[in-house]
């Protein structure tokens, strides 16, 4: 069974980072392209970045690009989302994803294999 569990979420000031990860197991990390999403209150999830399986190459939303950082360590089965400079607007719930099949990442969320179930950041200002 396939599990991807997000954590590292929390409460920070404008201006300050913060790093999300997100553990997978029940699957075979290096086959998947993994992304980032984040859902804000009434909206549908939105693309924020994603990574190539050998995570070489890496694909950012432009509202967070020069912000955030996306990386992997297969070794470890996990997917990094850091996240500096936050500002109000980033406050979200950020979802991992993960996709066998597309390169580049989808940016929609149609086509991804598996969810986490969230981890909620919340910037103050």
């Known amino acids: 069974q396939v599990h991807l569990v997000e954590s590292g979420g929390g409460l920070v000031q404008a201006g300050g980072s913060l790093r999300v990860s997100c553990a997978a197991s029940?699957?075979?990390?290096?086959?998947?392209?993994m992304a980032w999403f984040r859902r804000t209150s009434g909206q549908e999830r939105e693309f924020v970045a994603g990574?190539?399986?050998?995570?070489?190459?890496?694909w950012y939303a432009d509202s967070v690009k020069g912000r955030f950082t996306i990386s992997r360590d297969n070794a470890k089965n996990t997917v990094y989302l850091q996240m500096n400079n936050l500002k109000p607007e980033d406050t979200a719930v950020y979802y991992c994803?993960?996709?066998?099949?597309?390169?580049?990442?989808?940016?929609?969320?149609?086509?991804?294999?598996?969810w986490g179930q969230g981890t909620q950041v919340t910037v103050s200002s």
């Open positions: 994803a993960a996709d066998e099949t597309h390169l580049p990442p989808q940016r929609l969320i149609f086509g991804y294999d598996y």
């Open positions: 029940g699957l075979t990390f290096s086959n998947y392209v």
């Open positions: 990574i190539s399986r050998k995570g070489n190459l890496t």
